[in-house]
């Protein structure tokens, strides 16, 4: 599949100069995305919401460059980031055969969040896939004409983050193959959004910020840790009885079953790295008593609130829009004291895209 994405120099009317911009969404992983194989194949597939309010914005300037070695230098709300240009380059030498133009330019990739960058949101979904769009923007500007412009932009973003790849499209989103769901496969994501109930399609996610800050233990190595996990095979298989479970459940808008299978899915994540070797927690006690009030407010009320975690501290809390005045009335009194700095982030499942 991905030699449809191949193409050559001459398929371009290149320009000297120029810039383009685009703006790249986060969203949270509903089915969990841990460990994959080479070339960034999931070994598992995922579900996603993706959100609106944590964004990034990137504006890509090319230049014809001068030298043999592309130059590339990354500003982060203005300043110069020498430390995250490795990470671009990496990225660029990837996608050499998909977007060989590379070779021809120097860039400045000029970027921001609409969330503080040490918030604990994790950056590179959004980021990668801002990038990725900037990409097949430039495509565009030189005269090639792409039908599968959204798949190609979600086949680079995954070489640049996996997670990425499911942050081109509104709503749900599906990334891997699965049986469940049919065009589902394991280089580029594909919207499910059709599929799903109304009921979902505004889902609130107010993020509780517990840990602001660098993670202790990097997705990178977590993913790498799956490699020779013991219970690897029985977290797969679980991933996609869990998806297959959570479909229908979206699309009948059974709430109860969605809560169900998405705290199981956000504590199998964690089981993962507390049995991995080493074993690591990146979870906080304030992550744990964050879980319990939910745990308990919804027993004392019969909301429909519940809880996702990212590969991180952090805790989302999912709840119906309908249901948004008792449960904001909640989050105040009995969960933002539990944030770093009492610092929340309010947010909401993305249908504009």
């Not at 049919?182 to 979902?200: A, L």
Request: aromatic content about 10%.
């Amino acid at each position: 599949m991905r030699n449809n994405f191949i193409t050559s120099i001459s398929d371009y009317n290149l320009q000297p100069t120029g810039n383009v911009k685009a703006k790249g969404f986060s969203n949270i992983a509903l089915i969990k995305y841990w460990g994959k194989y080479s070339k960034q194949i999931p070994a598992n597939p995922s579900v996603s919401f993706t959100l609106s309010e944590a964004f990034t914005q990137t504006e890509l300037k090319f230049k014809e460059k001068r030298g043999n070695k592309t130059n590339i230098q990354v500003f982060l709300d203005g300043t110069n980031q020498p430390d995250f240009a490795p990470k671009i380059e990496k990225f660029f030498q990837s996608i050499i055969d998909y977007i060989p133009f590379i070779h021809y330019y120097d860039f400045e990739v000029h970027t921001h969040n609409s969330f503080p960058h040490s918030s604990g949101i994790a950056s590179s979904a959004s980021g990668m896939s801002a990038l990725a769009s900037c990409l097949i923007q430039m495509e565009e500007e030189f005269g090639y004409k792409n039908e599968k412009a959204i798949e190609k932009a979600s086949f680079l973003a995954r070489l640049g983050s996996g997670s990425a790849s499911r942050s081109l499209y509104p709503g749900a989103v599906v990334w891997g193959e699965t049986a469940e769901i049919e065009g589902s496969n394991n280089e580029f994501s594909i919207s499910i959004n059709h599929r799903i109930n109304p009921i979902f399609q505004d889902f609130q996610d107010c993020i509780l910020l517990i840990h602001k800050g660098k993670k202790r233990v990097s997705s990178t190595l977590g993913h790498q840790l799956m490699n020779e996990h013991l219970f690897a095979e029985q977290r797969f298989k679980q991933a996609h009885q869990n998806l297959k479970i959570l479909l229908k459940a979206l699309e009948q808008a059974d709430i109860d079953t969605f809560i169900r299978i998405v705290e199981k899915e956000a504590l199998s994540l964690h089981a993962m790295m507390m049995t991995s070797d080493p074993y690591f927690i990146l979870m906080e006690p304030q992550t744990v008593k964050a879980i319990q009030e939910i745990w308990r407010f919804r027993e004392e009320t019969g909301e429909k609130i519940c809880f996702t975690l990212d590969a991180g501290a952090n805790v989302h809390v999912l709840y119906p829009k309908q249901s948004e005045k008792n449960i904001l009335t909640f989050i105040n009194e009995r969960l933002k004291s539990l944030c770093e700095n009492q610092e929340m982030l309010m947010d909401y499942v993305n249908q504009k895209i």
